[in-house]
């Protein structure tokens, strides 16, 4: 993708009440400006309009179809800029403004608009989507093998860990923190990820066996977000998927990704907290090894 590369538009010829109905029927929101002419005209308007979400979510639609399952939608931000009546023909398209390298993906933000028959735009707006980078050449590590091994888009693996207060004393030891025994330090979320404590290894078999000379890896990006701190005494169970398993060129040779996401609850179910994390590995493509 590159900027002010022209997103492929999605038209609808006319927006009918039978869109307006199944949108009101799936938000459980029936405001009768959308359907009722009358009560369109008390509001000052020629006519039943159309919902704004419904066009944001036929903008997210557009947006996931150009991706072509080549990445996520992140954000999508509109702003309505005057309602489109029932009936009336829309054109949602979009171009790219930026795009940017990160860790594990680019970064591709986006304008995008809703316009109608007379071109005038009645919805503008900003999106950001995370696109995975193709490879220059074809796959040639085991990206098929360890998806399969990994349960992509499954639930990997399930474990529970009871926290005490020596556990969370030893990890304020480990990093320097004086802190209490009585509740964890943030970072205390990684200490409970079942690949890093050894306690789930669904990938190893498969590396072993890539015939090419490792030239690097490690721990490609770590995030977390937090519902409230771990305290000793909790009972955590930690939920395991692999969001993503996809190769890109690097520096140092061809760099295979995979990524997990760990959700973290309580004795009850609640959420405490969701991490994300990568791993990396490098090889030289032009150094086979006996694997």
Known sequence: MRVSEAIPTLTVDAATLEHVVRWSAAIDDYTPIHFDPE????????GPVVNGPWKAALLATMLESWLDGRGTLARLDCRYRRPDL??????FGGTVTAVTAATGHDVVECDVWVAGADGDKTVTGTA????????TDEE??????????VRLGQEAGRFTYEVTAGDIARFRAAVGDPGPDTVAPLTFFAALDPVERRDMLLDAEVLDEIPFAKTGGGNAFNEVEYERPIRAGDVI?????????????????RLLFRV???????????LVARTRMGHVMAYDLKRRVKA
């Open 260 to 270: 997990r996401t760990n959700d973290l609850l309580d004795a009850a179910g609640d």
């Open 140 to 149: 040639t590590l085991a990206t098929e093998r360890l998806k399969a091994a």
């Open 237 to 253: 169970t930690v939920v395991t998927s692999y969001t993503e398993v996809y190769e890109r060129d690097g520096g140092s040779g």
């Open 39 to 46: 009560a369109a005209a008390a509001r000052g308007m020629a």
């Open 86 to 91: 029932v009936g009336a023909a829309l054109t």
């Open 128 to 135: 950001t989507v995370h696109l995975r980078p193709a490879s």
